[in-house]
């Protein structure tokens, strides 16, 4: 079974600064997805940015990048510029490649509370 | 087009009483999960939904825990005889068929269940 760790509960940043939230993982599998999800206090779950392990080149999605370094099992979020919206719960998470009845479902990680000082 | 909604918002009930949680998913989303979330951790898969197939109960922690879904439509989560540790927010999640070319999960919004 994969596990997905994140070991920072909490962390805080300037507005305008930049911050990473760590995240390791554990699996057996050679090909997977992995996500980072934000959640408001709304608690609905916003996809941020996602990464396929086949794929060398890190993700970005405008202030939002990753860090992904599959040898050592780590996939680390940087946020850059950060604004007082991006104050949230992130989540980290991991997927299997789909296969014949299998499930799909999300691992996630248990959350870093991210606090933006004006 | 519509989200994923989830009814109700909150939910507070006794211990022993039964609930039923209820998710609308993204029309012509054949996939369906049911995620619960503890105070201050991660979501833990419950169950999953595909089109007509069998569902994956594998993430269901006891027997008082059920779920349905008719086709690929509405789905309703039944907890039995509810317990204090039952509480957290149960979260729905849809998806597109695989053969769509997405892998991405829409989540709802969520139910706070509080078991007193």
């Known amino acids: 079974a994969q596990t997905v760790t994140q070991s920072q509960p909490e962390m805080s940043v300037q507005e305008a600064e930049t911050v990473t939230l760590s995240c390791t993982y554990d699996?057996?599998?050679?090909?997977?997805?992995l996500f980072w999800y934000k959640q408001p206090p709304s608690r609905q779950m916003i996809l941020v940015i996602r990464q396929e392990a086949y794929k060398q080149q890190n993700a970005t999605e405008n202030r939002f990048s990753v860090n992904f370094q599959k040898a050592a099992k780590s996939f680390s979020l940087k946020i850059s510029d950060s604004q007082l919206g991006d104050a949230a719960m992130y989540f980290c998470a991991y997927r299997s490649l789909p296969s014949s009845g299998s499930a799909r479902q999300l691992t996630f990680g248990s959350g870093t509370q991210l606090t933006v000082l004006p | 087009g519509a989200g994923v909604s989830q009814s109700p918002s909150n939910k507070v009930t006794e211990k022993g009483k039964d609930v039923e949680l209820r998710c609308d998913p993204i029309?012509?989303?054949?996939?369906l999960y049911w995620y619960r979330q503890r105070l201050g951790q991660g979501l833990e898969f419950l169950i999953y939904?595909?089109?007509?197939?069998?569902?994956?109960k594998s993430g269901l922690p006891s027997d008082r825990f059920s779920a349905e879904r008719t086709g690929e439509s509405v789905s309703t989560l039944t907890i039995q005889r509810t317990q204090q540790e039952d509480s957290a927010v149960y979260l729905c999640a849809s998806r597109q068929a695989v053969l769509a070319g997405s892998y991405e999960q829409y989540f709802g919004p969520g139910t706070r269940l509080t078991v007193t």
């Open positions: 939904f595909q089109g007509n197939s069998a569902p994956d």
């Open positions: 029309s012509g989303h054949t996939a």
């Open positions: 699996t057996s599998e050679s090909d997977y997805y």
